[in-house]
T-cell receptor
């Protein structure tokens, strides 16, 4: 069964600290995505990747970096975390051969104090 | 631009009542987008509820139905008789094909009371 996992599930960080959110997928999908979800907003795209070694900016990339070292793994990095980055982050995988269907991880709840 | 607008929540319904969540879309970069409903149950990630990729077709899953209406650019989600286990956040989404990221509505929180 297709699976996307995220770690950590919950994270408390301090302002100015570095945070790394990890995502792993066993779907063998080429594409992976990072979204954040805030009250009153739909899921908003931060970064995405079309395969190992590639990262692309999404709609709200400021303050975030991404890394795709392998087909299975996609990380989101907050070099200098700010309270405005407090949110729930979702990772997803998908590919163009599946009519845009994406498979999501369980989410990471991040609190930046 | 491309966007999705859906019923603002929260929506509260009683068990066995009917539910409809409205969703309309704007797709300027593609004539026939793929349309999705995702659901997020408490404590879980988003799950695909149903999808329709052909205008005029209906998708169904777990008692929910949605019809892809190209004329009204709508994709409303309906269920005739809800259960308490349907309490969740429902997201309408637009796919622009080619593996690009989905465009989501803001989500509708549904609470079903016993």
């Amino acid at each position: 069964e297709a699976a996307v996992t995220q770690s950590p599930r919950n994270k408390v960080a301090v302002t100015g600290g570095k945070v790394t959110l990890s995502c792993n997928q066993t779907n063998n999908h080429n594409n992976m995505y990072w979204y954040r979800q805030d009250t009153g907003h739909g899921l908003r795209l931060i970064h995405y990747s079309y395969g190992a070694g590639s990262t692309e900016k999404g709609d709200i990339p400021d303050g975030y970096k991404a890394s795709r070292p392998s087909q299975e793994n996609f990380s989101l990095i907050l070099e200098l975390a700010t309270p405005s980055q407090t949110s729930v982050y979702f990772c997803a995988s998908g590919d163009r051969f599946n009519q845009d269907t994406q498979y999501f991880g369980p989410g990471t709840r991040l609190l930046v104090l | 631009g491309d966007s999705v607008t859906q019923t603002e929540g929260p929506v509260t319904v009683s068990e066995s009542e009917s539910l409809i969540i409205n969703c309309t879309y704007s797709a300027t970069s593609i004539a026939y987008p793929n349309l999705f409903w995702y659901v997020r149950y408490p404590g879980e990630g988003l799950q695909l509820l149903l999808k329709v990729i052909t205008a005029g077709q209906k998708g169904s899953s777990r008692g929910f139905e949605a019809t892809y209406n190209k004329e009204t650019t709508s994709f409303h989600l309906q269920k005739a008789s809800v259960q308490e286990s349907d309490s969740a956040v429902y997201y309408c989404a637009l796919g622009l094909q080619g593996g690009r990221a989905l465009i989501f509505g803001t989500g509708t929180t549904v609470s079903v009371s016993p």
